[in-house]
C-alpha cells in the first residue's frame, strides 16, 4: 500500500489573516473607494489590543518578549516537572543571565502556556472579553468579505476534517491502495507568545496545536523548513508553502517545495475566498508529479 504525507506550511499574517494591511490602510486602498480605510484601521487597532492585552496578562509576555524562541518545546528539556499549581512567576527571578536555571524558569512558563493554549480563550477571558473578541471577529470577516473564515475553511479540508494535526490525518482514493497523511504547519515571522495569541483570537488554534507552530522570528524561515523536513523526514512526504511574503518564497525555492503566494488585493490569483486545496494540490503535482508518474520524475521540480 503506498503512503503519502501532504505537509503544508502557512504563513500567517497577510495569508491566513489580515492585520498590518488592515492597520496601514493597504488593504482597503487596494479596492480603490469601496472599502472604508478608517473602518479597517480602526479595526486593526482593536485586534492589536486585543493581542497585546492577552499576551501581557496570560501568557507572560512582558517577562519573555526578549526570550523569543522558535517553538515551545525548544526549552522541555530544562523542565524538570515541578508542580507549578503554587508557583509565583512574579518573584522567581526570571531574567538575564540565560543560564541553566533562567532555561528552567523560562520552559516553566512555556509549559503554562502549552496548558493555557490548549483550554483555549474561553478559559481565560471574562464574558465581556469573550462577547468583545466575537463581535469583533465577525466585523472583521464581514469587512475582509469573510477572508478569515474561507482561510479556516481551507485549512480544515487540506486536513481532511481532522481536528487533531498533530497526528494527522489518514485518508484512501476511491482504489483504496493510497493512503494520504495530512499536516498543517504553521511557520510565522512573528514572535511566538503573540504568535500563539493570535491562533487563539483568529480560531486557528483547534487547527494548529501547539507543536505545530514556528516562530522564525529569530532564526529564519529556512531554518524551520529544515526543521520541519527532518520532522516529517519520509520519501514519500509531499510540501507546500502558502504565504504572502519573499522570505518563505526564497526558503521554499531553497528547500525544492511548491510556493502558494498569497495576495489580498481584489484582482489576484490567489486569495482568500477562493483558494482551495485542489489549488494546492496543483502546485504540489506540478513539483512533484502525479500519483502515476515515474519517481524520476517527481523528484524533479520545474525550473523557476
Given at each position: 500500500m503506498d503512503r503519502k504525507m501532504n505537509v503544508y506550511i502557512w504563513d500567517m499574517d497577510e495569508t491566513l489573516i489580515l492585520l498590518k494591511s488592515l492597520i496601514n490602510g493597504t488593504y482597503a486602498e487596494a479596492f480603490n473607494g469601496s472599502k472604508n480605510v478608517h473602518s479597517g484601521v480602526e479595526i486593526g487597532t482593536m485586534w492589536e489590543n486585543h493581542i497585546l492585552k492577552i499576551c501581557d496578562d496570560h501568557f507572560f509576555y512582558e517577562q519573555v518578549e526578549n526570550c523569543n524562541m522558535p517553538y515551545l518545546d525548544v526549552m522541555k528539556q530544562y523542565d524538570d516537572g515541578r508542580d507549578l499549581t503554587d508557583y509565583d512567576f512574579n518573584k522567581d527571578g526570571f531574567g538575564p543571565p540565560n543560564d541553566d536555571l533562567n532555561k528552567k524558569r523560562l520552559a516553566y512558563r512555556h509549559r503554562v502556556v502549552e496548558q493555557k493554549y490548549k483550554k483555549g480563550l474561553h478559559s481565560i477571558l471574562d464574558q465581556d472579553m469573550i462577547k468583545s473578541w466575537i463581535e469583533l471577529y465577525d466585523i472583521t470577516d464581514s469587512y475582509t468579505d469573510l477572508w478569515f473564515s474561507a482561510a479556516r475553511t481551507c485549512l480544515e479540508q487540506c486536513a481532511v476534517g481532522n481536528?487533531?494535526?498533530a497526528t494527522s490525518t489518514v485518508s484512501t482514493n476511491d482504489a483504496g491502495d493510497t493512503i494520504f497523511q495530512h499536516v498543517n504547519i504553521l511557520v510565522t515571522s512573528g514572535s511566538l507568545i503573540p504568535s500563539l495569541v493570535k491562533c487563539l483570537l483568529f480560531r486557528l488554534d483547534d487547527l494548529?496545536?501547539?507543536?505545530?507552530?514556528?516562530?522564525?522570528?529569530?532564526?529564519?524561515?529556512?531554518?524551520c523548513f529544515s526543521w520541519i523536513k527532518e520532522r516529517f523526514s519520509g520519501p514519500n512526504v509531499q510540501f507546500c508553502v502558502i504565504g504572502?511574503?519573499?522570505?518563505?518564497?526564497?526558503?521554499?525555492?531553497?528547500?525544492?517545495?511548491?510556493f502558494v503566494q498569497i495576495d489580498p488585493r481584489p484582482s489576484s490569483l490567489?486569495?482568500?475566498p477562493g483558494l482551495t486545496p485542489k489549488d494546492l494540490g496543483h502546485y504540489i503535482s506540478v513539483v512533484y508529479g502525479d500519483c502515476d508518474e515515474s519517481d524520476d520524475d517527481k523528484l524533479t521540480p520545474p525550473d523557476h
Amino acid at each position: 500500500m503506498d503512503r503519502k504525507m501532504n505537509v503544508y506550511i502557512w504563513d500567517m499574517d497577510e495569508t491566513l489573516i489580515l492585520l498590518k494591511s488592515l492597520i496601514n490602510g493597504t488593504y482597503a486602498e487596494a479596492f480603490n473607494g469601496s472599502k472604508n480605510v478608517h473602518s479597517g484601521v480602526e479595526i486593526g487597532t482593536m485586534w492589536e489590543n486585543h493581542i497585546l492585552k492577552i499576551c501581557d496578562d496570560h501568557f507572560f509576555y512582558e517577562q519573555v518578549e526578549n526570550c523569543n524562541m522558535p517553538y515551545l518545546d525548544v526549552m522541555k528539556q530544562y523542565d524538570d516537572g515541578r508542580d507549578l499549581t503554587d508557583y509565583d512567576f512574579n518573584k522567581d527571578g526570571f531574567g538575564p543571565p540565560n543560564d541553566d536555571l533562567n532555561k528552567k524558569r523560562l520552559a516553566y512558563r512555556h509549559r503554562v502556556v502549552e496548558q493555557k493554549y490548549k483550554k483555549g480563550l474561553h478559559s481565560i477571558l471574562d464574558q465581556d472579553m469573550i462577547k468583545s473578541w466575537i463581535e469583533l471577529y465577525d466585523i472583521t470577516d464581514s469587512y475582509t468579505d469573510l477572508w478569515f473564515s474561507a482561510a479556516r475553511t481551507c485549512l480544515e479540508q487540506c486536513a481532511v476534517g481532522n481536528r487533531d494535526l498533530a497526528t494527522s490525518t489518514v485518508s484512501t482514493n476511491d482504489a483504496g491502495d493510497t493512503i494520504f497523511q495530512h499536516v498543517n504547519i504553521l511557520v510565522t515571522s512573528g514572535s511566538l507568545i503573540p504568535s500563539l495569541v493570535k491562533c487563539l483570537l483568529f480560531r486557528l488554534d483547534d487547527l494548529f496545536p501547539s507543536e505545530n507552530v514556528y516562530s522564525s522570528w529569530e532564526v529564519g524561515k529556512l531554518q524551520c523548513f529544515s526543521w520541519i523536513k527532518e520532522r516529517f523526514s519520509g520519501p514519500n512526504v509531499q510540501f507546500c508553502v502558502i504565504g504572502d511574503g519573499w522570505e518563505e518564497c526564497n526558503a521554499a525555492e531553497s528547500m525544492r517545495w511548491p510556493f502558494v503566494q498569497i495576495d489580498p488585493r481584489p484582482s489576484s490569483l490567489h486569495r482568500f475566498p477562493g483558494l482551495t486545496p485542489k489549488d494546492l494540490g496543483h502546485y504540489i503535482s506540478v513539483v512533484y508529479g502525479d500519483c502515476d508518474e515515474s519517481d524520476d520524475d517527481k523528484l524533479t521540480p520545474p525550473d523557476h
